[in-house]
Every structure is written in structure tokens, then in C-alpha cells.
T-cell receptor, first 116, second 111 residues
């Protein structure tokens, strides 16, 4: 089945630094990638949607200059958290869709970001 | 946008009994309804999904039912086992192929 590899699984960084999270579709071409954020014991909140070769579309309230998304190829999307602060500490999860038809989403294993 | 409500928030069942989780959605244009299982520290794993052209789908011990008129869908787990303990999320698709998630349901299977 479809596999999405997400790295790193855990990262600790200092306040003010930037962190990059990678999401790769291993056996299919991901026309669309989604990035989510999940706080402890809460649901997944969509941050942004990106289509290969296009600028990402951010959900209301998500700072696009803080959460930089790149989807330069059909198998790789990255999320960079810039100038991280402790309140950015969260579980970040990517999801990929091969067909762009509103079904068939495959999720990555998530990245636990802790900003100290 | 889409609003997905999920009930109950916590469900404890004896091993071997059935568990049912219900979700409602608001957008009548939604046509895809997946269910995900999430274990601690991991990403969501799709366990079953249903599209709006069918009313029920079953995969071994797991089934999903959909009532489009009432805008609700349910997850049914039969013969529950300890490894079924996890958080379960329902979701529904909406504009531009996005997914809206319910708040999640902590299922605890008591051995």
C-alpha cells in the first residue's frame, strides 16, 4: 500500500532557530500534500495544503511566513518552522493524496517538535 | 467549511464486546468519510472508509455505516481486543479535497 515517510520523528530545538520536517511519498506520486498540527489529546488541525509546483494554501490563522511549506516534487514536501518558540511545540503530521480527488489520503508517522 | 462532531469522547468496553462511535457532519457536499486509528506518538492509520454511494462497508471486525440524509456515520468494532485500544478519529472531506476531523474518541478495551 501507499507509504509516506516523515522525518524526523522527534526534534528538540532552541527558541529562535528553524526546524525542517520532511515528508516523502515512497511508492506513489503525491499531487497534494497536507500539513496538520496536533496538540496533546486534541484533534488534527489542518495548517495548509500544497500542490506540487504551486504555492501552499494556508488555513485561516496559520502564519505562512512562520510555517514555510515547499512541495517541489511529486514525492517530497517540507515544512519549515521558522524562528521557533515554545508555543510551536506540537505534533506535526503530513498527509499525501495521489489522486487529488478527495479520497485516498496516506498519513506520515508524525514529528514531535519541542522548542526549549 | 465542514464541521464534524464525534461522540462519545471516551468509551470503555469489555474485551469481546462491541464498540460503536458516532459522527455527524454538516456539509452535504461531503462524499468521503474515513476512520483513523491513532496510537500514542504515531500518525493516524486508516482503518476503514466509506464513500457516499454506499450505506455500509465491512472489513472483518470493523464496519462503517453512513446515513447521508441524516448526515451521520458510525464505526462499529465487534469482538473487541486489547489491541483495539487507541484513539479513533472520524473525518469528512470538503472543499479542495481537504479533510475535517472529529475530536477523537479514546477507546479502552478492558481485558
Amino acid at each position: 500500500g501507499a507509504v509516506v515517510s516523515q522525518h524526523p520523528s522527534r526534534v528538540i530545538c532552541k527558541s529562535g532557530t528553524s526546524v525542517k520536517i520532511e515528508c516523502r511519498s515512497l511508492d506513489f506520486q503525491a499531487t497534494t500534500m497536507f500539513w496538520y498540527r496536533q496538540f496533546p489529546k486534541q484533534s488534527l488541525m489542518l495548517m495548509a495544503t500544497s500542490n506540487e509546483g504551486s504555492k501552499a494554501t494556508y488555513e485561516q490563522g496559520v502564519e505562512k511566513d512562520k510555517f514555510l511549506i515547499n512541495h517541489a516534487s511529486l514525492t517530497l514536501s517540507t515544512l519549515t518552522v521558522t524562528s521557533a518558540h515554545p508555543e510551536d511545540s506540537s505534533f506535526y503530521i503530513c498527509s499525501a493524496s495521489a489522486n487529488g480527488q478527495g479520497y485516498g489520503y496516506t498519513f506520515g508517522s508524525g514529528t514531535r517538535l519541542t522548542v526549549v | 467549511g465542514e464541521n464534524v462532531e464525534q461522540h462519545p469522547s471516551t468509551l470503555s468496553v469489555q474485551e469481546g464486546d462491541s464498540a460503536v462511535i458516532k459522527c455527524t457532519y454538516s456539509d452535504s457536499a461531503s462524499n468521503y468519510f474515513p476512520w483513523y486509528k491513532q496510537e500514542l506518538g504515531k500518525g493516524p492509520q486508516l482503518i476503514i472508509d466509506i464513500r457516499s454511494n454506499v450505506g455500509e462497508k465491512k472489513d472483518q471486525r470493523i464496519a462503517v455505516t453512513l446515513n447521508k440524509t441524516a448526515k451521520h456515520f458510525s464505526l462499529h468494532i465487534t469482538e473487541t481486543q486489547p489491541e483495539d485500544s487507541a484513539v479513533y478519529f472520524c473525518a469528512a472531506n470538503y472543499g479542495n479535497n481537504r479533510l475535517a476531523f472529529g475530536k477523537g474518541n479514546q477507546v479502552v478495551v478492558i481485558p
